[in-house]
């Protein structure tokens, strides 16, 4: 009974607690290996422990990374380059100077047509310009009466009054000619309609006839455009923003020319996310002197950061408890750490490490969840 007591005691104070690490299952269950020894936070693996076949480990090194992000992308003209041509007023078309292809600059001819409209506003015109001119001859007048002593108050007021109206009256008129690129100081009345180019560009849609009759209301005949550059519409998903703040350039991928890469810029993040997508438009000008990319198209956007230094670990090597991540860091010779870290994006089966390691530290990148029952 005595030797019997002796051994019990020899075992129980022994200063590294030996614990064989069993399964729920039994002990014959293959993935459950014995032989840990835990000291404070840290986990010593035995060196005869099963479990060291099934770990490997991973040494932690930064690398230059550029952040990249695909995502479908159409092709669009931009705006303030692209104008769709429709006539302000009916009427038929008496001369075509437009074709397909054909370069223009803001101002130039693209067709003529008579307008029954057209011909009331230069009426209106007219005759606002002569009652302005009128009314000024006739304050004038009654300045000059007033300057010599025979002229009324009351007349002087009722000129002046009555010039501002007839002013204001021949500036609208005006104005409702001048946006339609007419030169008011050139205009004779009954002349046609010359419809205008806005913008310099290119003609890329033609659907003026000669002798057509054109409806105010009609969808646009004729389509002018700077198609130099383009912009490609890009959809990054909510989750990704935080991704793209820094991001300035962008690569543009054409199925039909797998090995041509468009380089561009991005031109702005939208505010607003769509909330059937989930997804923020993003705007990237493309330059395109050899128009490959044209409105409507379908490529592949890769949006790309400048290179940067950072930390990626295999995925495996990440384990979670409740909403954060870590790691088992190696700090000895089969002795383990729990380390908490924050990550990033996730590239080719690997995590970025935003904070909690350095280079240098030597991880397990396989089987730490092992290391689990053993905590």
Not at 78 to 87: G, K
Not at 133 to 148: E, F, P, V
Not at 262 to 278: F, L, M, P
Not at 331 to 350: L, N
Request: aromatic residues 8%; charged residues 25%.
């Amino acid at each position: 009974m005595t030797t019997f007591k002796i051994k019990v005691r020899k075992t129980f104070f022994v200063p590294i607690v030996s614990l064989v690490i069993l399964s729920c299952h039994g002990k014959g269950e293959e993935g459950k290996i014995e032989d840990f020894a835990i000291s404070n936070d840290t986990i010593a693996v035995g060196s005869q422990a099963k479990v060291k076949s099934q770990l490997k480990t991973f040494t932690v090194e930064t690398q230059e990374y550029r952040p990249e992000l695909l995502s479908a992308g159409t092709v669009k003209a931009i705006p303030n380059l692209y104008a769709e041509i429709a006539p302000p007023f009916s009427g038929r078309v008496t001369a075509v100077h437009l074709r397909l292809g054909l370069k223009v600059k803001p101002g130039t001819p693209l067709f003529e047509m008579t307008s029954a409209e057209f011909t009331d506003a230069q009426k209106l015109f007219f005759q606002a310009k002569s009652e302005y001119q009128n009314a000024g001859l006739t304050m004038k007048r009654q300045q000059d009466l007033k300057a010599h002593g025979v002229g009324a108050e009351k007349d002087l007021e009722e000129a002046e009054t009555n010039y501002q109206i007839k002013q204001k009256e021949y500036q609208n008129a005006m104005a409702s000619l001048k946006i339609f690129n007419v030169d008011v100081n050139k205009l004779v009345f009954g002349q046609p309609l010359v419809v205008r180019s806005p913008i310099a560009g290119e003609v890329i849609t033609n659907e003026v006839v000669m002798g057509q009759f054109i409806k105010s209301d009609d969808p646009p005949r004729a389509k002018v455009a700077e198609l130099g550059k383009v912009w490609v519409v890009g959809m990054v998903k909510e989750k990704d923003l935080r991704f793209i703040q820094g991001l300035d350039n962008a690569e543009v991928s054409i199925a039909a020319f797998p090995d041509k890469k468009i380089k561009g810029s991005i031109y702005h993040i939208d505010e607003i996310v769509n909330e059937d997508t989930r997804s923020v438009q993003v705007l990237i000008e493309c330059p395109n002197t050899d128009r490959l990319l044209k409105p409507g198209m379908y490529v592949t956007v890769k949006l790309m950061d400048n290179p940067t230094n950072a930390i990626f670990v295999p995925e495996k090597s990440l384990l979670q408890y409740n909403d954060k991540s870590y790691v088992m860091l190696q700090v000895g010779k089969d002795r383990y750490v729990k380390r908490y870290v924050e990550t990033g994006i996730t590239d080719q089966g690997k995590i970025q490490i935003l904070s909690g390691l350095a280079n240098g530290d030597v991880i397990i990148s396989e089987g730490a969840f092992y290391l689990l029952d053993a905590k």
